[in-house]
Structures are given as structure tokens and as C-alpha cells.
T-cell receptor, first 112, second 113 residues
Framework: DTAVSQTPKYLVTQMGNDKSIKCEQN?????MYWYKQDSKKFLKIMFS???????INETVPNRFSPKSPDKAHLNLHINSLELGDSAVYFC???????????FGEGSRLTVL | GEDVEQSLFLSVREGDSSVINCTYT??????LYWYKQEPGAGLQLLTY?????DMKQDQRLTVLLNKKDKHLSLRIADTQTGDSAIYFC?????????????FGKGTHLIIQP
């Protein structure tokens, strides 16, 4: 009964392909996020969704599109993958109060 | 914008105390967090502190907050090999709501036998 689960855990693909990463949370949280962690372990927020509305888009290329079919799911679709997209992508969720974010285990994307 | 700074590496002997430091620039930060990331894993929330607190203790972990200097520290008593990980400081003014958290670059804690 994992709180925040992501699939796939590993993804290896060619440049130019389109891929998706799925995320589900069973915590009943209102807000979900996507973070990108680069090879130096630096974490940057990409998107957040609150009650199915996009709240933040931190200058992420429009090749990245988050999709939230319901409050418990936030998927990340990436078009025309580039080498620089290689990273670990973390999904997270939170409630609208102190308590922090709860993270999934990450999805390691490698673009060849 | 917000900025959170940490040293990249800290090396300590097993059994000693580890002190990981963090500074932040956003004076409106109201919640500050420490996360732990073990190799190949996600981020685990260790503890958090509200800006109206000076200290919080939880078993081997002690968090100290100096709001005047915008300085946060995490002390791990009796450091063990299982404490080897990257520790991230993070801050927000909305309590982890829609604006998410701003993370530091992480401190790699290295344990020497």
C-alpha cells in the first residue's frame, strides 16, 4: 500500500520518442507535483496540480505536459525527447497545510 | 526568488554527531524541512519545523532554527552507517501547498568507520 507510486521505475528510450510516466497517490492529498532531479542531484519543481488545476509551470518546455485524470493521479507526458531530458523524475503529493511533500520512488529516464 | 544553500559534502566518523547546515533567503519562509535520500530511492521526510519555533527534537534528530540569521541545522546524534545519504533542506511559505517546496542542493553525508 505504497503512498505515492510511479511507473515505470526505469525508462530507456531514443531521442525523438514520446513517453509517459504515471503517478498515483492514495493519501487523499489535494495537490500533486512533478520534480526533476538532474545528475548532480539538484531538484527543481516542474508542475503542481491542485484539484485538477495547473498551479505552477516553472518555465518547463512545452514538450512536457502534465495530465491529471483525477485527484489521485498525475501523469507526465514528454514529446520529442532530447538528451537533456535524461534525469530522475519524482512525483509528490501534499495537503494544503504544513506537513511537507510525500515523494514517490522516482522514475529514471535515460534518453539515448 | 527563494534560494536555499547547503554545503555539498560532510564527512563524519561513525558514532560522532553530524551537523548539516542550511541557509535560506526568503524571510517569509514559514515552514522548513529536512529530507533524506538514500541511493536509488525517493526523498523521505525526516522532520520539519515552523518558523515560530527555535528547536525541535525527534529521537536522534535535533533541528535548530535561527530565524534572524535564516539558518537551519540538522544534528544527527550517534551517526550510523545507515545515515549515509543525501540530506536536503527545503522551505516554503505555504506549508507544502500548491507552491511546493524549494530545495537546497543537498548535503552528501559520508560516514567513516
Amino acid at each position: 500500500d505504497t503512498a505515492v507510486s510511479q511507473t515505470p521505475k526505469y525508462l530507456v528510450t531514443q531521442m525523438g520518442n514520446d513517453k509517459s510516466i504515471k503517478c498515483e497517490q492514495n493519501l487523499g492529498h489535494d495537490t500533486m507535483y512533478w520534480y526533476k532531479q538532474d545528475s548532480k542531484k539538484f531538484l527543481k519543481i516542474m508542475f503542481s496540480y491542485n484539484n485538477k488545476e495547473l498551479i505552477i509551470n516553472e518555465t518547463v518546455p512545452n514538450r512536457f505536459s502534465p495530465k491529471s485524470p483525477d485527484k489521485a493521479h498525475l501523469n507526465l507526458h514528454i514529446n520529442s525527447l532530447e538528451l537533456g531530458d535524461s534525469a530522475v523524475y519524482f512525483c509528490a503529493s501534499s495537503q494544503q497545510r504544513a506537513g511537507g511533500l510525500f515523494f514517490g520512488e522516482g522514475s529514471r529516464l535515460t534518453v539515448l | 526568488g527563494e534560494d536555499v544553500e547547503q554545503s555539498l559534502f560532510l564527512s563524519v566518523r561513525e558514532g560522532d554527531s553530524s551537523v548539516i547546515n542550511c541557509t535560506y533567503t526568503d524571510s517569509s519562509s514559514t515552514y522548513l524541512y529536512w529530507y533524506k535520500q538514500e541511493p536509488g530511492a525517493g526523498l523521505q521526510l525526516l522532520t520539519y519545523i515552523f518558523s515560530n519555533m527555535d528547536m525541535k527534537q525527534d529521537q536522534r534528530l535535533t533541528v535548530l532554527l535561527n530565524k534572524k540569521d535564516k539558518h537551519l541545522s540538522l544534528r544527527i546524534a550517534d551517526t550510523q552507517t545507515g545515515d549515509s545519504a543525501i540530506y536536503f533542506c527545503a522551505e516554503t511559505y505555504s506549508g507544502g501547498g500548491a507552491d511546493g517546496l524549494t530545495f537546497g542542493k543537498g548535503t552528501h553525508l559520508i560516514i567513516q568507520p
